[in-house]
């Protein structure tokens, strides 16, 4: 167009199609079925353990992306915009099998369908470009939309546990893998210091540990008797995926010394926080200043139902409760290094051909209001379907290296 090459230095239309296996969510043997030993009464045993399936293959992904590549100002300014739509079909996801089948819980299947649907934008800048300083940036940036198209046949939805704790995590059609599953609460009873659970009739249910005599656990706001409030309760809350991530990576240099800092971000999500319900658990290890704004009397308005020992159910240790999801949003700065190379003709004295000390910092800052050590983590690993579970997980290593490169 007219113009056009006032403005921009290059650019460039692309677009691509292609059809690939993926082999994530593909576990080392699963397709095979296992066998394992115990005990019991004293007596050897030999227990079927994974249910194998021998039609297992890879996930099939058929990826569509159309971009636009520019360069301003002699490519100054240089970036991507990308539009993609990725669709895969013969998801991986652990079916559940019928206790008369006399088979382990779950077994492997391409059975589903997903897409991942979104816009990728990617900066390159050179703000400062000197003979003795110089600044590099570049950032970039993906909103993307998880959404699953369908399961198995009879299948509406796949609920997975958390190292047979609690299941907190569900995958039903027409929403992201992997959703929160909980029981939803109201907060505690002024009056009476109870905590409020709403079951799946929509009904607030009064709950105390220790009833008095003539009352029962479980109570309608009138004191009549209602049904146990469980997971059974329970509904689908809130995404575990995020709705944009990202980087942001700096390099200045000046003469000889040179300082990287890379921040990554992502926002959109929450993450259930199990660890919380545990140190909230008022059995023996109970681990929380929480219990000190606990209820004492009539009239105290706080989050902390009145403590009764061995009270598991209040704070959601007993089945996944929405007082433990908290949003999952962060900036790190992943790394920070601090270089210095000597100048040419030292090492050229030295008859070597570079020398480079540095340090570096991982994981050094981290800024959210996620409660616990870190909303990057995940109990379950890099399984898809039940992402977003903190459940006692250590975070990310902070740690600094010092090493020094010598190019001979």
């Known amino acids: 167009m007219r113009g056009l090459d006032k403005i921009f230095s290059s650019l460039r239309l692309r ?4 059809k690939v296996g ?5 576990g080392q043997y699963a397709s095979l079925s296992t066998f394992g030993s115990g005990l019991y009464g004293g007596n050897g045993t030999f227990v079927f353990n994974q249910a194998g399936n021998p039609n297992l293959g890879w996930e099939t992904s058929a990826k569509t992306d159309i971009g636009l590549n520019f360069g301003i100002l002699d490519d100054r300014i240089s970036g991507e915009v990308t539009y993609y739509k990725n669709n895969v079909d013969g998801l991986i996801l652990y079916v559940p099998s019928p206790p008369s089948a006399g088979l382990p819980t779950t077994i492997p299947t391409n059975i589903g369908s997903m897409y991942n649907r979104g816009v990728e934008i990617a900066l390159n800048l050179v703000p400062i470009q000197k003979k003795d300083f110089s600044w590099n940036a570049n950032f970039n940036i993906t909103f993307n939309k998880n959404e699953v198209t369908a399961l198995a046949p009879g299948v509406d939805n796949i609920i997975t546990a958390t190292g047979g704790l609690e299941s907190p995590s569900i995958t039903v059609v027409g929403k992201p893998l992997g959703m929160l599953f909980v029981t939803r609460t109201n907060g505690v009873d002024p009056e009476t210091g109870r905590r409020i659970f709403i079951n799946k009739n929509g009904d607030e249910v009064y709950y105390q540990h220790v009833a008095p005599t003539g009352r029962f656990r479980y109570e309608y706001a009138d004191g009549t008797v209602a049904p146990t409030v469980s997971s059974a309760d329970a509904e689908v809350y809130k995404n575990t995926n995020p709705k944009y991530y990202g980087g942001f990576d700096n390099t200045f240099r000046y003469k000889n010394f040179s300082l990287n800092a890379l ?5 959109g999500n929450y993450t259930y926080w199990g660890s919380y319900a545990g140190l909230r658990d008022q059995r023996f290890w109970n681990n929380s200043t ?4 606990a209820w004492t009397k009539s009239g105290d308005q706080t989050d902390m139902p009145k403590s009764y020992f061995g009270d598991n159910v209040s704070n959601g240790s007993s089945f996944p409760l929405d007082i433990n999801v908290f949003k999952g949003d962060f900036i790190k700065l992943r790394t920070l290094t601090l270089a210095y190379s000597l100048p040419g003709t030292v090492t050229s004295k030295a008859k070597i051909n570079s020398f480079r000390f540095y340090v570096t910092g991982n994981n050094l800052w981290i800024g959210t209001k996620y409660p616990g050590p870190d909303p990057e983590v995940s109990s379950n690993g890099t399984s898809n379907t039940n992402q977003g579970i903190d459940r006692n997980t250590v975070g990310n290593a902070r740690g ?7 190019g001979f």
Not at 15 to 18: A, D, I, L, N
Not at 22 to 26: A, C, E, F, Q, V
Not at 400 to 406: A, D, E, F, L, R
């Open 263 to 267: 921040f990554t971000f992502q926002g």
């Open 400 to 406: 600094v290296i010092v090493g020094i490169n010598v």
């Open 22 to 26: 993926n082999i994530d969510g593909l």
């Open 15 to 18: 677009g691509s199609y292609g």
């Open 290 to 293: 929480d219990v000190l704004r």
